[in-house]
């Protein structure tokens, strides 16, 4: 079982609709938790970082971790046609190593 | 300012060439990382530098792949014997420091091996 799985899609939303994304982990040991936005053909760049459970928010986007049910979180408020990337989700712990899952690609349709 | 920077961005090599990656980190990051992305799949750490510590080489999928790190600078990747397998983007990222989950990353290096 990878440590870090997300249903890679895509999903494709209407301009103004609000994306909601998904992962499930497996490793109790984490205690951050990542999402980076990977447009194509370029390197990941950290969207939102979290520690441990609870909520974040920044702007249009929120993060939720669940560490009850090892459930991670990712919604966009308000989609715009640049949101259409592809989203990976990370967990990580005390060793500085960070499991990513597939990643999830996201299409806003204008 | 200046980010994570590779090098070169696309490399094509033949089956059974080496092949050598570079990367730049930004100023000032003592934590360093090489990942590999398969087509359709998440990203693979392969090894982690700290400062002057001894890497995390947990990762290298084989004797054929090895990396280096001079100080808290430049890294190269390199992959010996290159395997069609061996296709895939090669990322790095680096981090202000030990433990910081803030992991920046570089645009990334394309391989093909044909």
């Known amino acids: 079982q990878k440590e870090v799985e997300q249903d890679p899609g895509p999903l494709s939303v209407p301009e103004g609709a609000i994306v909601s994304l998904n992962c499930t982990y497996s490793n109790s040991a984490f205690q951050y938790f990542m999402w980076y936005r990977q447009y194509s053909r370029k390197g990941p760049e950290l969207l939102m970082y979290?520690?441990?459970?609870g909520n974040k928010e920044d702007g249009r986007f929120t993060a939720q971790v669940d560490k009850s049910s090892k459930y991670i979180s990712l919604f966009i408020r308000d989609s715009q046609p640049s949101d259409s990337a592809t989203y990976l989700c990370a967990g990580g712990y005390g060793n500085n190593r960070l499991a990513f899952g597939k990643g999830n690609q996201v299409v806003v349709i204008p | 300012g200046a980010g994570v920077s590779q090098s070169p961005s696309n490399k094509v090599t033949e089956k059974g060439k080496d092949v050598e990656l570079r990367c730049d980190p930004i100023?000032?990051?003592?934590?360093l990382y090489w990942y590999r992305q398969r087509l359709g799949q998440g990203l693979e750490f392969l090894i982690y530098?700290?400062?002057?510590?001894?890497?995390?080489k947990s990762g290298l999928p084989s004797d054929r792949f090895s990396a280096e790190r001079t100080g808290e600078s430049v890294s190269t990747l390199t992959i010996q014997r290159t395997q069609q397998e061996d296709s895939a983007v090669y990322l790095c990222?680096?981090?202000?420091?030990?433990?910081?989950?803030?992991?920046?990353f570089g645009p990334g290096t394309r391989l093909t091996v044909t």
């Open positions: 530098f700290q400062g002057n510590s001894a890497p995390d």
């Open positions: 990222a680096s981090s202000l420091r030990r433990q910081d989950y803030e992991q920046y």
């Open positions: 979290t520690y441990s459970s």
């Open positions: 100023s000032g990051h003592t934590a």
